[in-house]
């Protein structure tokens, strides 16, 4: 079956780096995109992957490895505002666009 | 410009009774998707539209739930005969593109609650 893990959650302190992993094992793979939703918002989009490698938007960067079936959310310079829910998602079906979701990672950020 | 919205917000109802929830995607999006995500937990695909395809309903839990969408825009989700198990927060996404990157918009959600 289709399945992602990522660790329930995660703290750290404010102006820290943090990594979430996530690893996945999917029946096809089509990329691997990552969302961050606050306590009752909506997700919205941080990054996304297709290819092995690095990509880096301001504060953030995702990494992928597509033969590890692995890969990871960085954040730096932590702030307050950080503190949300940070899911991983696989689109996992080429004739759809779907996303398979893991089941989230809480990230506390303390003073 | 205006993102995804749905409505209700929040809907109460009987176990046993139908529920409707609508969603109005981002304006020239042809990609709409259904999600349900429970509390705590992660997303979890129910339903896919793309332009005038037929939808990909593999994601749909059971017969009791059915989703159409009008002149490739507004989106409803109807859940029949609901269940205590029904108890969720629907979200609804649009995306411009197929494939590739396919970053999806997220409305603000439905919590339905089933008494």
């Known amino acids: 079956g289709q399945s992602l893990e990522q660790p329930s959650e995660v703290t750290a302190v404010e102006g820290a780096i943090v990594q979430i992993n996530c690893t996945y094992q999917?029946?096809?793979?089509?990329?691997l995109s990552w969302y961050q939703q606050h306590d009752g918002g909506a997700p919205t989009f941080l990054s996304y992957n297709g290819l092995d490698g690095l990509e880096e938007t301001g504060r953030f960067s995702s990494f992928l490895s597509r033969s590890d079936s692995y890969g990871y959310l960085l954040l730096q310079e932590l702030q307050m505002k950080d503190s949300a829910s940070y899911f991983c998602a696989v689109r996992d079906n080429g004739a759809g666009n779907m996303l398979t979701f893991g089941g989230g990672t809480r990230l506390m950020v303390k003073p | 410009g205006a993102g995804v919205s749905q409505s209700p917000s929040n809907k109460v109802t009987e176990k046993g009774k139908d529920v409707e929830l609508r969603c109005d995607p981002i304006?020239?999006?042809?990609?709409l998707y259904w999600y349900r995500q429970s509390l705590g937990q992660g997303l979890e695909f129910l339903i896919y539209?793309?332009?005038?395809?037929?939808?990909?309903k593999s994601g749909l839990p059971s017969d009791r739930f059915s989703a159409e969408r009008t002149g490739g825009s507004v989106s409803t989700l109807t859940i029949q005969r609901t269940q205590q198990e029904d108890s969720a927060v629907y979200l609804c996404?649009?995306?411009?593109?197929?494939?590739?990157?396919?970053?999806?918009?997220f409305g603000p959600g439905t919590r339905l609650t089933v008494t």
């Open positions: 304006s020239g999006h042809t990609a």
């Open positions: 999917t029946s096809g793979f089509y990329g």
């Open positions: 539209f793309q332009g005038n395809s037929a939808p990909d």
């Open positions: 996404a649009s995306s411009k593109l197929a494939g590739g990157l396919n970053e999806q918009y």
